[in-house]
């Protein structure tokens, strides 16, 4: 009785093993055919040299022209030394 103990436990660590190889693989797997993020455009204050995303920077237009700034203090800088 106690050999078939012994083998049904045998078994089920075995089992245990494919199934963790088996989830490793799937992982990994899964991993290489993610793609890397797109890089976002990024654009340069004009004032401070910083490079910002254009949908979180400060906007100043003017005709045709648009400014992105970092900041409303860059903004206005720019606004000071334009004047």
Do not use: N
Not at 5 to 16: D, E, P, T
Not at 44 to 52: K, Q, S
């Amino acid at each position: 009785m106690t050999s078939w103990i012994l083998r049904i436990l045998l078994l089920l660590i075995l089992i245990r093993l494919v199934w963790r190889l088996v989830a490793r693989v799937r992982q990994s797997l899964a991993g290489a055919t993610r793609r890397s993020p797109a890089t976002a455009a990024l654009v340069r204050d004009p004032v401070c040299g910083t490079h910002v995303l254009p949908s979180r920077a400060v906007v100043l237009q003017s005709g045709a022209e648009t400014k992105y700034f970092c900041s409303d203090r860059c903004r206005q800088a720019w606004r000071r030394r334009s004047a």
